[in-house]
């Protein structure tokens, strides 16, 4: 493919859009390194760089031809180097998510030309691909329905909220209405209004850190009666994958995998494959499948009865002495010594 004249802002806006909700983003400022982190990208400073080649900053920005960042793709996976310059201020968000923007909208793998080396690129390329790039960084870092929200939308509270450079928050005020116009062109209005939802919804629990998207009355995890507070929860509680009626697609006891047919049980081990609250006085409805207490009345779910669940706070490496593995004989283990019985010996 070759390189596009000019910079094609509704495939940039879209990309954003896309990005936002692959990685559920709820949280500003952003915090990128946790996404490059988490896609196992290498990422390097400007000052690694200097230290472990023994140059000076001039000379890294010289030779990657770059005074903010620089992404390489080795064939197997991404790299990101970006100046951590003290003096450049807040803006090392906006070079790395703009880094991730060349990634992301497939700079580097859709173009012939950026294959090896971004060097070889006139002029012109290079400023349409910046440009693109640029698009996807601001649209991700400071969304359009989070921006319009804000009671205070001056240039300083702007950079505030969303960890970048007053330029980069001026970029985005100046940007506003087109970025708008193009939103509503590309009708993506209600998914770009998801994110704020998010960030509105978002509730922690103060004693188990589970996140959640809604209002319980007692937490889905630990079961304390009104311990969600608005905020980032940090755990992650393993969901089983369920098929969309809430039901499960593996069994977790007998692994039985012929689950999606009538019925809630286990056609082999007869394990409930749906997770209820086991309260007979509640209604009864499917909860999600790493929930040990029902978000309604706080009694115990099924899963957490069955022991298919265990509890938030369980701790294998702690156990008390009584409940570890039984002492197997040594004997259970002997396997008879049948070489000479075999046939072609
Ligand atoms: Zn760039
Ligand atoms: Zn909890
Ligand atoms: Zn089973
Ligand atoms: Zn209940």
New binding site residues.
């Given amino acids: 493919m070759k390189i596009p004249q000019y910079a094609r802002y509704e495939y940039c806006y879209t990309k954003s859009c896309e990005f936002l909700e692959e990685f559920e983003i709820k949280a500003f400022p952003i915090n990128v390194l946790e996404i490059v982190h988490q896609q196992k990208w290498g990422l390097v400073s400007y000052s690694e760089i200097m230290h472990k080649f023994h140059c000076d900053r001039k000379t890294v920005i010289r030779i990657l031809g770059s005074s903010d960042g620089y992404t390489i793709w080795d064939g197997t996976n991404y790299s990101i180097a970006y100046n951590d310059d003290q003096k450049l201020g807040d803006r090392t968000r906006f070079t790395i998510m703009h880094e991730i923007g060349h990634i992301y909208l497939g700079h580097l793998l859709d173009f012939e030309a950026t294959k090896l080396y971004r060097g070889s690129l006139t002029k012109r390329e290079n400023r349409v691909l910046e440009n693109e790039a640029n698009a996807f960084a601001r649209n991700v870092l400071s969304p359009v329905s989070m921006y319009l929200t804000l009671k205070n939308k001056s240039a300083i509270n702007v950079a505030r909220t969303f960890g970048i450079t007053t330029t980069a928050a001026e970029a985005r005020i100046d940007f506003i209405n087109r970025d708008v116009e193009l939103v509503r062109h590309l009708k993506l209005s209600e998914k770009i209004m998801l994110v704020y939802h998010r960030f509105m919804k978002k509730r922690k629990c103060i004693m188990c850190d589970a996140q959640f998207f809604q209002k319980y009355k007692y937490c889905p995890i630990c079961g304390n009666k009104n311990s969600l507070q608005w905020g980032d929860g940090k755990m992650i509680y393993p969901k089983l994958e369920t098929y969309e009626d809430g039901k499960l697609k593996e069994c977790p006891i007998c692994q039985n995998e012929e689950t999606n047919i009538d019925g809630d049980h286990c056609i082999i081990c007869g394990i409930p494959l749906v997770n209820i609250?086991s309260?007979e006085e509640?209604?009864h409805q499917v909860l999600p499948s790493n929930a040990r207490y029902?978000p309604?009345?706080?009694?115990e779910t099924t899963f957490y009865r069955r022991g298919i669940l265990k509890a938030w706070d369980y701790d294998e490496d702690n156990l008390p002495p009584e409940s570890g593995f039984m002492n197997i004989p040594d004997t259970a283990m002997y396997i008879p010594d049948i070489d000479e019985e075999l046939p072609f010996n």
């Fill in positions: 609250c309260n509640c209604s029902c309604i009345c706080g009694g």
